[in-house]
């Protein structure tokens, strides 16, 4: 049987590893789940979510001219069961809209201001005093 982009078929997982799981598929070829396709959610560890001799159905993401394929559980998620992108918004079911640029402006100025008080005050302090002295 040849393995075919986009085709989808079922394998042994045969090994894990810290980047992803090797699996073993029809005809003897074994192909790799990189650690960023095996979930849709964060993985520390594939441990996790796979273990060695699990029976996985993956998607063929690539086959290189050396013979190394690349495979994904992820992709086969339905997309109602995905959650969206992490860069969508920070706080979910607030909106904001962008800020003017008059807005980042006077934030800018605002916490420029800040810091050049801090900056004055910690400097007078290691001066001891009011600063340095001039010659009268």
Do not use: C, W
Request: no cysteine; glycine share 10%.
């Amino acid at each position: 049987m040849s393995i075919q982009v986009g085709s989808v078929v079922e394998g042994v997982v045969t090994g894990i590893t810290n980047f992803g799981a090797f699996v073993e598929l029809p005809g003897g070829k074994v192909g790799l789940i990189h650690i960023s396709e095996v979930a849709d959610v964060y993985v520390r560890d594939v441990k996790d979510f796979l273990k060695e001799k699990d029976k996985v159905k993956v998607k063929v993401l690539s086959v290189d001219e050396r013979g190394k394929i690349g495979l994904s559980i992820k992709q086969l998620q339905e997309p109602s069961t995905r959650r969206p992108p992490a860069n969508e918004g920070r706080r979910p079911g607030r909106f904001m809209p962008p800020a003017s640029f008059e807005d980042k402006l006077s934030k800018f100025l605002k916490d420029s201001d800040e810091r050049l008080t801090d900056l004055k005050r910690n400097t007078e302090s290691k001066r001891g005093g009011r600063g340095a002295r001039r010659a009268e």
